[in-house]
């Protein structure tokens, strides 16, 4: 199995900043891409940012300049640092990573159970 276990998500006012971390255990052989998507109330999940393993990021344009993505491979260990936050970022934030387990020769995608982040104006 893998888990994903999410923390940092919290309240915080218009223009503040909060660290997301998501930490991945279990019989994990290798991990390929991690990332961050949201879901608003009323809208689809949405990536938010992303990093390969050879710490290649991507980002949504909403988040460009204020959300940085970080990854420490030895933990497997994903990271989401955003600043500047506004009422518009509210949502669920979840983790995901591509991995491949101890047991398999494929890559699966494999989901935290998200964080809440509130911005309030």
């Known amino acids: 199995q893998v888990q994903l276990v999410e923390s940092g998500g919290g309240l915080v006012q218009a223009g503040g900043s909060l660290r997301l971390s998501c930490a991945a255990s279990g019989s994990i052989f290798s991990i390929n891409a991690m990332g961050w998507y949201r879901q608003a109330p009323g809208k689809q999940r949405e990536l938010v940012a992303s990093i390969t393993t050879g710490s290649t990021t991507n980002y949504a344009d909403s988040v460009k300049g204020r959300f940085t993505i970080s990854r420490d491979n030895a933990k497997n260990t994903v990271y989401l640092q955003m600043n500047s936050l506004k009422p518009e970022d509210t949502a669920v934030y979840y983790c995901?990573?591509?991995?491949?387990?101890?047991?398999?020769?494929?890559?699966?995608?494999?989901w935290g159970r998200g964080t809440q982040v509130t911005v309030s104006s």
């Open positions: 995901n990573i591509r991995a491949r387990r101890i047991s398999d020769s494929y890559f699966s995608d494999y």
